[in-house]
């Protein structure tokens, strides 16, 4: 068990927000080097993998489709369009002290966060934890829990606690959850590399809370987090007119907020009234798996086959995590095949699946070095290849620039797809600023974005070309009214939001 210093500090704005820029060109230009055979492949390469502005309609089209299908019920498809239970919105005044567990891979990071109110001023305190290779699997799934309270009970005594006072803990498990209340869930798989059959099909919060009594510790998970509605509302605390939240990392998610009466398959298990508004989690990285709504490309194909879960999450797996960097490793192998980079010549990196790390494109795509070096030390250093020529380190910048631009834009239609569908839901946003009857201090009848994860953030170009595709779909009076925040701190915070905003809804209902 090891554990972060903590951090303590006033957060008056999280992140930077950014207006959208002009819309800018999708295609790229000729090759300055190389022969006419390369000349002649990169054209290809560009035909098969440039998406130009009634492509990107027709996905944001079948994306509109997936969403209301997906509202209707579980069955029709790709899009899971989970009801998270999370209704209303914070209005940066609320005050209090409050838990949050993120359970991700092997890490635990367990959070107090004191709200202060005064337009979303809040205090920090947080520890990571890890978990130990030998708890990532066995017969009883008893074992991994108690570690787990175990991480809580040694935070608790960290940060002191209060006698006689019951703290609400929300947690955002790394696990494959069908969420059933605010704060009950079945656990349908582990993943990230562990094994508890016996966990499976289990009520996980009921499961902790019955492992946290038994340890004697003064809290209560009140809700399940998804990371993606962490993102939304670490956000929205500081800015209420926040309305979607996105994590673009190794993987992809979406949350935003819909009217409740546009959940046709929740009305039988909800008391909330049809005129609220309630997060719902996309599962978007799922799109595109079952039918053909995306343009799949060879290589993609490629990729899906020999990946450990063949058709599901298409969309994550042309756009995120590691799988960029493994979409132009199978470029660059194809081109060495065909003799048209290297000599022909390979090194056993290239060859190794995911052995071009997607954090290369970024070098190799901001590289404007006239004999083009940083991506030489990307090739001859990091991937062992020979001596490289100009040419080849111009063909292997412009492949990262093809699999990047694809990528941000195909994200850019996805948020698209959601912005219109909550327009034409009467969400967004009247000029007047009318915000229909919400308590919703500071909306000024914009809509904010708040995205994070690795991917966006460190991507240098990837902002900037997911904000130029939301402004070249959608009308410019929906688009003016628009911004786009980058989430700068831990995702984490936004699970305390999570139980802050359980304990109003409890409060309602009684």
């Known amino acids: 068990?090891?554990?972060?210093?903590?951090?303590?500090?006033?957060?008056?704005?999280?992140?930077?927000?950014?207006?959208?820029?002009?819309?800018?060109?999708?295609?790229?230009?000729?090759?300055?080097?190389?022969?006419?055979?390369?000349?002649?492949?990169?054209?290809?390469?560009?035909?098969?993998?440039?998406?130009?502005?009634?492509?990107?309609?027709?996905?944001l089209d079948?994306?509109?489709?997936?969403?209301?299908?997906?509202?209707?019920?579980?069955?029709?498809?790709?899009?899971?369009?989970?009801?998270?239970?999370?209704?209303?919105?914070?209005?940066?005044?609320?005050?209090?002290?409050?838990?949050?567990?993120?359970?991700?891979?092997?890490?635990?990071?367990?959070?107090?966060?004191?709200?202060?109110?005064?337009?979303?001023?809040?205090?920090?305190?947080?520890?990571?934890?890890?978990?130990?290779?030998?708890?990532?699997?066995?017969?009883?799934?008893?074992?991994?829990?108690?570690?787990?309270?175990?991480?809580?009970?040694?935070?608790?005594?960290?940060?002191?606690?209060?006698?006689?006072?019951?703290?609400?803990?929300?947690?955002?498990?790394?696990?494959?959850?069908?969420?059933?209340?605010?704060?009950?869930?079945?656990?349908?798989?582990?993943?990230?590399?562990?094994?508890?059959?016996?966990?499976?099909?289990?009520?996980?919060?009921?499961?902790?809370?019955?492992?946290?009594?038994?340890?004697?510790?003064?809290?209560?998970?009140?809700?399940?987090?998804?990371?993606?509605?962490?993102t939304l509302l670490a956000h929205a605390y500081q800015h209420p007119s926040t309305r979607l939240g996105i994590v673009h990392s190794l993987g992809t998610n979406c949350a935003y907020y819909d009217v409740t009466r546009n959940v046709t398959k929740l009305r039988m298990h909800t008391t909330a009234s049809a005129d609220s508004e309630m997060i719902i989690n996309t599962e978007w990285g799922n799109f595109g798996s079952s039918r053909r709504t995306l343009p799949c490309t060879w290589?993609?194909?490629?990729?899906?086959?020999?990946?450990?879960?063949?058709?599901?999450?298409?969309?994550?797996?042309?756009?995120?995590?590691i799988f960029l960097g493994e979409i132009v490793r199978n470029i660059l192998t194809y081109l060495v095949d065909r003799e048209l980079i290297f000599q022909g010549e390979s090194s056993p990196v290239l060859n190794t699946p995911y052995g071009f790390d997607t954090s290369y494109m970024y070098v190799c795509e901001v590289d404007q070095s006239p004999e083009l070096n940083d991506t030489r030390i990307i090739l001859e250093d990091m991937m062992n290849l020979s001596k490289t020529s100009l040419a080849d380190r111009e063909i292997v910048?412009?492949?990262?620039?093809?699999?990047?631009?694809?990528?941000?834009?195909?994200?850019?239609?996805?948020?698209?797809?959601?912005?219109?569908?909550?327009?034409?839901?009467?969400?967004?946003?009247?000029?007047?600023?009318?915000?229909h009857g919400h308590d919703d201090a500071g909306d000024s009848g914009g809509c904010a974005i708040s995205i994070s994860g690795s991917i966006y953030e460190d991507y240098p170009s990837f902002h900037p070309r997911v904000c130029s595709t939301l402004k070249e779909l959608i009308p410019e009076k929906v688009a003016s009214k628009l911004s786009v925040g980058i989430v700068k701190h831990s995702r984490i915070v936004g699970a305390a939001i999570v139980a802050m905003m359980a304990e109003k809804i409890a409060s309602k209902s009684t």
């Open 1 to 59: 068990m090891s554990s972060s210093s903590p951090t303590d500090h006033d957060h008056d704005s999280p992140m930077d927000t950014y207006s959208l820029p002009s819309p800018s060109t999708m295609y790229f230009d000729h090759l300055v080097h190389g022969n006419e055979q390369q000349q002649l492949v990169m054209m290809e390469l560009q035909q098969m993998f440039c998406l130009d502005k009634s492509t990107l309609l027709h996905i």
């Open 299 to 321: 290589f993609d194909r490629k990729l899906d086959r020999e990946s450990i879960n063949p058709q599901f999450h298409v969309f994550e797996k042309m756009t995120a995590g």
């Open 62 to 230: 079948s994306f509109s489709k997936e969403i209301k299908a997906g509202l209707l019920d579980d069955r029709s498809s790709d899009l899971n369009m989970i009801p998270t239970f999370v209704t209303g919105r914070p209005t940066g005044s609320e005050k209090g002290t409050y838990l949050a567990l993120e359970i991700a891979g092997l890490d635990i990071y367990a959070c107090q966060v004191k709200l202060k109110g005064d337009q979303g001023k809040l205090a920090i305190n947080q520890f990571q934890y890890k978990i130990p290779q030998d708890l990532t699997s066995g017969d009883d799934f008893t074992v991994l829990v108690d570690y787990i309270v175990e991480c809580i009970s040694d935070f608790l005594a960290r940060v002191g606690t209060q006698d006689q006072t019951m703290y609400s803990m929300a947690v955002s498990f790394g696990f494959a959850i069908k969420q059933t209340g605010l704060n009950s869930g079945m656990l349908l798989s582990l993943g990230y590399g562990f094994s508890y059959p016996n966990g499976v099909g289990i009520d996980i919060v009921q499961f902790m809370h019955e492992r946290v009594r038994l340890k004697g510790l003064p809290i209560e998970i009140v809700a399940i987090a998804n990371d993606s509605v962490c």
């Open 397 to 435: 910048k412009k492949v990262c620039e093809l699999i990047g631009t694809r990528a941000a834009l195909l994200v850019g239609t996805a948020i698209a797809a959601v912005v219109q569908h909550m327009t034409m839901s009467t969400m967004v946003w009247g000029s007047n600023g009318d915000n």
